[in-house]
């Protein structure tokens, strides 16, 4: 089978199937979730602002609530709200689960020897993971204009900029910051599916490579980080390298330590996955049959 063909094959399989909708559940549930307690503090505000209090600041208070539009739903959950550290874990799980074991459980049931037969397995391992990098790049571009359709009926959009404490970001600034959510996304997530799929150099059991994205990149570096940064304060830094919920949620460019902690992991990520893959593909090249 040609490797255009059977890419394209793959990434239909896997968008036309259940897992997609899983996925997209997952994902719109617990947005909404946040969503809502980002509702629920605004109408509080527009409540108190109806009736306001003596000592109330009026002036304050509207300026406030013009600013509590869309974006600052959007936002608010990706800036590691409890939601989005949920979210992330199960999305972790569901990847271990649908993704990253395919190769080791279609060569399992078998079906991996026929396209290698036919292929080889660089063009087959290529082909296959090219097809789940087109998907997850699909589903996050999907989910995340869900995500600003919903925050914009919920939150409204009297105002188009975003204000933090370190100033306002205007509408295309805005849109910049949703694409780098977008792409980081993207890239974290291909980077864990590649290193866990290429872990059949190693493992063979389905059932370990299933849980090693949930395990190996989600659970056991939050805690690792958790527990070494009671007694190592700076080990807090770490987890906008190894903690998904951090390196994946909005990044405050103007702090220089936390910032080149992110750019680490980017690096971290980038040569673990190439080097895994390479030794991956030279190995089951000539002992995957």
């Known amino acids: 089978m040609k490797q255009n063909a059977l890419i394209k094959k793959e990434y239909k399989r896997n968008l036309f199937s259940y897992k997609t909708v899983i996925f997209f559940a997952v994902f719109i549930l617990i947005t909404g979730l946040n969503f809502y307690f980002s509702y629920a503090i605004k109408a ?53 689960i649908f993704l990253s074991s395919e190769l080791a459980r279609q060569r399992a049931n078998g079906y991996g020897n026929l396209l290698v037969i036919r292929g080889g397995y660089s063009n ?20 995340i204009l869900i995500q600003i359709i919903i925050a914009f009926l919920m939150g409204g959009a009297d105002t188009l900029y975003y204000e ?21 996304l993207v890239f974290f997530c291909n980077a864990v599916n590649i290193i866990a799929s290429s872990c059949i150099v190693v493992v063979h059991n389905v059932y370990f490579i299933q849980a090693m994205p949930f395990l190996g990149f989600a659970l056991i570096p939050s805690i690792v980080v958790a527990g070494l940064s ?15 919920a951090c390196y994946l949620s ?40």
């Open 124 to 143: 087959y391992a290529k082909s296959l993971l090219t097809a789940q990098a087109l998907y997850i790049a699909t589903l996050f571009g999907g989910v």
């Open 230 to 244: 009671s007694f190592f304060p700076f080990v807090s830094y770490l987890q906008y390298s190894i903690v998904p």
């Open 44 to 96: 509080d505000l527009i409540n108190q602002l109806n009736n306001p209090a003596v000592d109330l600041d009026i002036e304050a208070l509207k300026n406030w609530l013009a600013t509590y539009n869309g974006f600052e739903f959007l936002f608010n959950f990706y800036s590691m709200s409890d939601e989005f550290q949920v979210c992330i874990i199960l999305i972790f799980a569901w990847m271990g």
């Open 164 to 184: 933090t404490a370190n100033g306002i970001y205007t509408l295309p600034e805005c849109m910049l910051v949703i694409l780098i959510l977008y792409l980081k």
């Open 250 to 289: 909005y990044i405050d460019v103007c702090d220089k330590r936390e910032f080149a902690a992110f750019m680490t992991g980017i690096i971290l990520f980038t040569v673990t996955a190439i080097v895994m893959y390479l030794i991956s593909t030279r190995r089951l090249r000539k002992d995957y049959l």
